[in-house]
T-cell receptor, first 116, second 111 residues
Framework: GAVVSQHPSWVICKSGTSVKIECRSL??????MFWYRQFPKQSLMLMAT?????????EQGVEKDKFLINHASLTLSTLTVTSAHPEDSSFYIC????????????FGSGTRLTVV | QQQVKQSPQSLIVQKGGISIINCAYE??????FPWYQQFPGKGPALLIA?????SEKKEGRFTISFNKSAKQFSLHIMDSQPGDSATYFC??????????FGKGTTLSVSS
C-alpha cells in the first residue's frame, strides 16, 4: 500500500531558529501534498496545499513567510518553520495524494515540534 | 463555519458493544468521506471510506452508513475492543482537494 515517510518524528529547537520537516511518498508519486497542524486534543487543521513544481496555497491565517513549503519533486515535500517561537510548538502532519481519482490520502506519522 | 460536524466528542463503550460516531456536512460538492483512527503521537490512519454513490460500506468490524439527503454519515464499530480505544475523525473532501476534518471523538472501550 501507499506509504508516506515523515521525518523527523520529533524535534526540539531554540526560539529564533528554523526547523525543516520532510515528507516523502515511498511507493507512489504524490502530485499533491497537504500540511496539517494539530494542537493537543484538537483536530487537524489544514495549513497549506502544495502541488509538485508549483507554489503552495496557504489557508487563511497561515503565514507563508513563516511556514515555507517546497514540493520540488513528486516524492518529496518539505515544511520549514522559520524563526520558530514557542507558540509554533505543535504536531505537524503531512498527507500525500497520488495521481488519479481513485487515489486516497496517505498520512505521515507526524512531527512533534517543541520550541524552547 | 464548520464544514464537518462530528459527535459525540467522547464515547465510552463496553467491550463487545457497538460504537457509533456521527458526522454531518454542509457542502454538497463533497465526494469522498473517510474515517480515520489516531493514536496519541501518531498520524491518522485510514479506517474506511465511502463515496456518495453508495449508502453503506462494510470492512470487517467497521461500517460506514451514508445518508446523502440528510448530509450525514456515521461510523459503526461492531464488537468494540479495548484496542479500539483511540480518537476517531471523520473527514470530507471534494475533487481531490484537501480533507476537512471533524473535531474528533475520543473512544474508550472498557474491559
Amino acid at each position: 500500500g501507499a506509504v508516506v515517510s515523515q521525518h523527523p518524528s520529533w524535534v526540539i529547537c531554540k526560539s529564533g531558529t528554523s526547523v525543516k520537516i520532510e515528507c516523502r511518498s515511498l511507493d507512489f508519486q504524490a502530485t499533491t501534498m497537504f500540511w496539517y497542524r494539530q494542537f493537543p486534543k484538537q483536530s487537524l487543521m489544514l495549513m497549506a496545499t502544495s502541488n509538485e513544481g508549483s507554489k503552495a496555497t496557504y489557508e487563511q491565517g497561515v503565514e507563508k513567510d513563516k511556514f515555507l513549503i517546497n514540493h520540488a519533486s513528486l516524492t518529496l515535500s518539505t515544511l520549514t518553520v522559520t524563526s520558530a517561537h514557542p507558540e509554533d510548538s505543535s504536531f505537524y502532519i503531512c498527507s500525500a495524494r497520488g495521481v488519479g481519482v481513485n487515489y486516497g490520502y496517505t498520512f505521515g506519522s507526524g512531527t512533534r515540534l517543541t520550541v524552547v | 463555519q464548520q464544514q464537518v460536524k462530528q459527535s459525540p466528542q467522547s464515547l465510552i463503550v463496553q467491550k463487545g458493544g457497538i460504537s457509533i460516531i456521527n458526522c454531518a456536512y454542509e457542502n454538497t460538492a463533497f465526494d469522498y468521506f473517510p474515517w480515520y483512527q489516531q493514536f496519541p503521537g501518531k498520524g491518522p490512519a485510514l479506517l474506511i471510506a465511502i463515496r456518495p454513490d453508495v449508502s453503506e460500506k462494510k470492512e470487517g468490524r467497521f461500517t460506514i452508513s451514508f445518508n446523502k439527503s440528510a448530509k450525514q454519515f456515521s461510523l459503526h464499530i461492531m464488537d468494540s475492543q479495548p484496542g479500539d480505544s483511540a480518537t476517531y475523525f471523520c473527514a470530507a473532501s471534494k475533487a481531490g482537494t484537501a480533507l476537512i476534518f471533524g473535531k474528533g471523538t475520543t473512544l474508550s472501550v472498557s474491559s
